[in-house]
């Protein structure tokens, strides 16, 4: 069969860039788009959907529970995550823009003469 001028053989060979990275075919685009749509209706998270969603490996997820560097709950030997607890999760660490650091510069130069 062919696909827009190219064979299968010739589309399979597209999913592999100069680099040695890999491209996602169509059929498992489409399996991640509906994993991501069915993560934003639930609340609780398996490792597998924790790894989908900071676009991590599994075993990277394993690697920060192990650690206790993200914040989980284990029931038995599986892990689950609180979705709003890993969004304040990833958000913890805020750089402040140049502004916000002019303006505490300015604070502390005013109030400490």
Known sequence: MRLLGRSRADSRNVENDA????????????????????L???????TSEIALLLGISESRVR????????????QGNKIYFRKKEIEAWQLQSRVPTDDEIRSRGTTYAVTHK
């Open 19 to 38: 680099g040695g990275g890999r491209h996602m075919g169509v059929e498992e685009r489409l399996e991640r788009i509906e994993r991501l749509l069915l």
């Open 40 to 46: 934003g209706s639930k609340e609780v998270l398996n």
């Open 63 to 74: 690697h920060l529970t192990s650690a206790k560097k993200i914040p989980h709950y284990k």
